[in-house]
Nanobody
Framework: QVQLVESGGGLVQPGGSLRLSCAAS????????MRWYRQAPGKQRELVAA???????NYADSVKGRFTISRDNAKNTVYLQMNSLKPEDTAVYYC?????????WGKGTLVTVSS
């Protein structure tokens, strides 16, 4: 079965960096698009970044120039490098993929940006 396991979250000061990882299993990772979403307290879940099977990327306007999504098909892992973090980046970050109309989610990893 499809499994997505996020890691790498934590507490970081404003201006700092973190790298999130999402280890995938149970499907042919290399042929599927992968996405990172986030959900801040009291807000709806939002798409942060996406990467296609051909490594074409796109980003939410709020993170462009600061976050980078990448994938390692040999390791079945997708990454989110987050630089110049701001307090408003505080959220639970989720890894996502889909097969047709079915979405798959990890359990999330908490990122807290605070001094």
């Amino acid at each position: 079965q499809v499994q997505l396991v996020e890691s790498g979250g934590g507490l970081v000061q404003p201006g700092g960096s973190l790298r999130l990882s999402c280890a995938a299993s149970g499907f042919s990772f290399s042929i599927y698009s992968m996405r990172w979403y986030r959900q801040a307290p009291g807000k709806q879940r939002e798409l942060v970044a996406a990467i296609t099977s051909g490594s074409i990327t796109n980003y939410a306007d709020s993170v462009k120039g600061r976050f980078t999504i990448s994938r390692d098909n040999a390791k079945n892992t997708v990454y989110l490098q987050m630089n110049s973090l701001k307090p408003e980046d505080t959220a639970v970050y989720y890894c996502n993929t889909n097969r047709g109309a079915v979405d798959y989610w990890g359990k999330g990893t908490l990122v807290t940006v605070s001094s």
